[in-house]
């Protein structure tokens, strides 16, 4: 399954965060009822963002699983309303696999790269050829999103961290904070945020899905 859908209106003006979860949208925005449609492609987030909307805005999105990607050009083509966005979409079934391997608990690049057959090198050559971000991204976004189920229980820090593959509580709260913008202990005390952590996206991906966000 590559896609995974969401709607979002925006009743007034107002402000959303976007958490990075290694995954990039195609979004058909309709700034209102009496304008065209058009297609927007996200880039990947390599940090927390905030993202203001106008009122009347209405998004219907369509988030494409870790590794996908559309070229720009197709995309320009489109057109926002008749084009199945599956179509536009262009998969290396191997790359997602390496990309899925990378973001498991307790995964390394050298061994995800052992595993393939290929040295670390090769293996960033490859990612890059792709026009995807290195090996280390998809390794150390996998890490810190990999830990937020368990941040909604009542486990230590401490222990999370350890089974989170960190060296220690401090290493995770200085991961966590790069990527999400706030401290461990601050998500565990934000539903919310939590919430967004939980939808698909790397090493958590269901696709074929409608979210409301």
């Known amino acids: 399954m590559m896609l995974h859908a969401w709607v979002h209106e925006a009743a007034g003006p ?9 995954c990039r949208d195609v979004i058909v925005v309709q700034d209102a009822p009496d304008r065209p449609a058009r297609l927007v492609l996200t880039d990947l987030d390599h940090r927390a963002r905030r993202v203001q909307l106008a009122a009347g805005v209405r ?14 050009e197709r995309l320009r083509q489109a057109d926002p309303v008749a084009t199945p ?9 191997e790359l997602c696999a390496v990309i899925d391997a990378l973001a498991c608990p307790g995964a390394t690049v050298a061994q995800v790269a052992r595993r393939a057959g290929v040295s670390v090198r090769s293996l960033q050559r490859r990612f890059r050829a792709l026009g995807q971000p290195v090996p280390e991204f998809w390794r150390g976004l996998g890490r810190a999103r990999a830990i937020a189920p368990a941040l909604a229980g009542q486990a230590p820090l401490a222990e999370i961290a350890a089974d989170g593959g960190y060296a220690d509580q401090a290493h995770m709260t200085r991961d966590v904070t790069r990527w999400f913008g706030h401290s461990p202990g601050r998500l565990r005390r934000d539903p919310g945020l939590l919430a967004l952590l939980a939808q698909p996206g790397l090493g958590g991906w269901t696709g074929e899905q409608i979210s409301i966000r």
């Open 14 to 22: 107002g402000s959303a965060i976007v958490l990075p979860d290694g």
């Open 59 to 72: 998004m219907t999105g369509y988030r494409m699983r870790p590794g996908a990607w559309l070229p720009v």
């Open 85 to 93: 966005i599956d179509d536009l979409i262009e998969l290396d079934a």
